[in-house]
């Protein structure tokens, strides 16, 4: 099974950018779709973004569509959110999550491995 490591949070201003990163190790990061959800205080954990083993199709929510970005690079095992326009409703703990199908689900139970989170916060 594969390890997520997030990194890249962190507190930014409205409009402003951030780059999440998700590093993987343990299992052979190409076998598997990568996704990224959020998770914000109160609410339930939502969909992102996700992306095709080897990165030729993603799937992104309505709510950040056109301002996030999925990448991968599977030579250096890791998956990158670059976030722009970021939003006080972008506040959340980020969360990337692996799956062996490679279908881009935007369902939480499709994905079996999970990292730990990475705090973003968008201030006003």
């Known amino acids: 099974q594969v390890q997520l490591v997030e990194s890249g949070g962190g507190l930014v201003q409205a409009g402003g950018s951030l780059r999440l990163s998700c590093a993987a190790s343990?299992?052979?990061?190409?076998?598997?779709?990568m996704g990224w959800f959020r998770q914000a205080p109160g609410k339930e954990r939502e969909f992102v973004s996700a992306i095709s083993r080897r990165g030729g199709r993603t799937a992104y929510a309505d709510s950040v569509r056109g301002r996030f970005t999925l990448s991968r690079d599977n030579d250096k095992n890791t998956v990158y959110l670059q976030m722009r326009s970021l939003e006080p409703e972008d506040t959340a703990v980020y969360y990337c999550a692996a799956e062996r199908a490679d279908w881009l689900h935007s369902s939480i139970s499709a994905y079996d491995t999970w990292g730990q989170g990475t705090q973003v916060t968008v201030s006003s």
């Open positions: 343990g299992r052979t990061f190409s076998d598997y779709a």
